[in-house]
């Protein structure tokens, strides 16, 4: 039978320093974009499985800021945190044009941002994160990897219907019959908050992790990395600014900051 259970683990309830190498689960793959969700994921993917692999994709985005940041983000980690350089293995990116090619989507077409008759903002591209992890699933398998690791979250988003927790079991009860394989999908960010998404960084890698999500991720939607704010990069105004930025805020205030 499927292992249809999804990991959305509470930073406070994490261990930075297990590694979750016994049984099944030895090696991860992490959906990764250079952002500040997915370089937190990473990063507690780094501190619990024995081999990590890293994955972007590159779909004809609006601005290939965060692709052009991945690298170096990866190789900080990996500097940085000597504990976890070892367990850091390749990165591979997929391209996927056929979302550009669908178009109507502000990610991949020059419109301004807007929300859509059905109450979406036109920031989601449909079927984006489906096709994510189909192909991570695939990866995975040839990689012999058997967890796939998502920053999706239903807390702190935008209304998007593939971040769901709901659709991360969907996908993976799918990629196990499809494959014939036991994988798991984890969302460790699915029940948290922006605050608590920075204070999971705090947690797994203190200030220096904090500072280096901070300082070297890129999350803005408009691509904007000219300004470096309290909270990062970015334009300060789109829907992924202000999320990251109230974030921080928050964040902060419970520190007493």
Same mark, same amino acid.
């Given at each position: 039978?499927?292992?249809?259970?999804?990991?959305?683990?509470?930073?406070? @309830?994490?261990? !930075?320093?297990?590694?979750?190498?016994?049984?099944?689960?030895? =090696? #991860? /793959?992490?959906?990764?974009? %250079?952002?500040q969700?997915?370089?937190?994921?990473?990063?507690?993917?780094?501190?619990?499985?024995?081999?990590?692999?890293?994955?972007?994709?590159?779909?004809?985005?609006?601005?290939?800021?965060?692709?052009?940041v991945?690298?170096?983000?990866?190789?900080?980690?990996a500097?940085?945190?000597?504990?976890?350089?070892?367990?850091?293995g390749?990165?591979?990116?997929?391209?996927?044009?056929?979302?550009?090619?669908?178009?109507?989507?502000?990610?991949?077409?020059?419109?301004?941002?807007?929300?859509?008759?059905?109450?979406?903002?036109? @920031?989601?591209v !449909?079927?984006?994160?489906?096709?994510?992890?189909?192909?991570? =699933? #695939? /990866?995975?398998?040839?990689? %012999?990897?058997?967890?796939?690791?998502?920053?999706?979250?239903?807390?702190?988003?935008?209304?998007?219907?593939?971040?769901?927790?709901d659709?991360?079991?969907?996908?993976?009860?799918?990629?196990?019959?499809?494959?014939?394989?036991?994988?798991?999908?984890?969302?460790?960010?699915?029940?948290?908050?922006?605050?608590?998404?920075?204070?999971?960084?705090?947690?797994l890698?203190?200030?220096?992790?904090?500072?280096?999500?901070?300082?070297?991720?890129?999350?803005?939607?408009q691509?904007?990395?000219?300004?470096?704010?309290?909270?990062?990069?970015?334009?300060?105004?789109?829907?992924?600014?202000d999320?990251?930025?109230? =974030?921080?805020?928050?964040?902060?205030?419970?520190?007493?900051?």
């Open positions: 039978m499927a292992n249809t259970s999804i990991s959305s683990a509470n930073a406070a @309830t994490q261990t !930075p320093t297990h590694v979750a190498g016994s049984g099944h689960h030895k =090696g #991860a /793959l992490v959906l990764f974009s %250079g952002g969700d997915s370089t937190t994921c990473l990063a507690q993917a780094l501190s619990m499985f024995e081999r990590v692999e890293t994955l972007g994709f590159d779909y004809g985005q609006r601005h290939s800021v965060e692709m052009e991945r690298s170096g983000v990866r190789e900080q980690l500097r940085r945190f000597p504990q976890w350089g070892p367990r850091l390749e990165d591979h990116v997929l391209s996927l044009d056929v979302l550009k090619q669908i178009g109507g989507s502000s990610l991949t077409d020059d419109v301004a941002f807007a929300m859509q008759a059905d109450g979406l903002p036109n @920031t989601f !449909p079927g984006r994160n489906l096709l994510f992890l189909t192909l991570a =699933g #695939a /990866l995975a398998y040839r990689r %012999g990897l058997t967890v796939i690791v998502t920053g999706v979250c239903e807390t702190d988003y935008s209304g998007y219907p593939d971040c769901r927790d659709t991360m079991k969907a996908q993976q009860l799918a990629l196990n019959l499809g494959l014939e394989r036991r994988m798991r999908i984890d969302t460790p960010l699915m029940w948290l908050d922006k605050a608590q998404t920075w204070q999971l960084a705090h947690d890698g203190s200030s220096e992790l904090v500072e280096l999500i901070r300082t070297e991720t890129h999350t803005c939607y691509g904007t990395r000219d300004v470096l704010h309290d909270w990062g990069y970015g334009c300060g105004s789109c829907p992924a600014c999320l990251r930025a109230s =974030g921080w805020k928050n964040w902060r205030a419970s520190q007493g900051a």
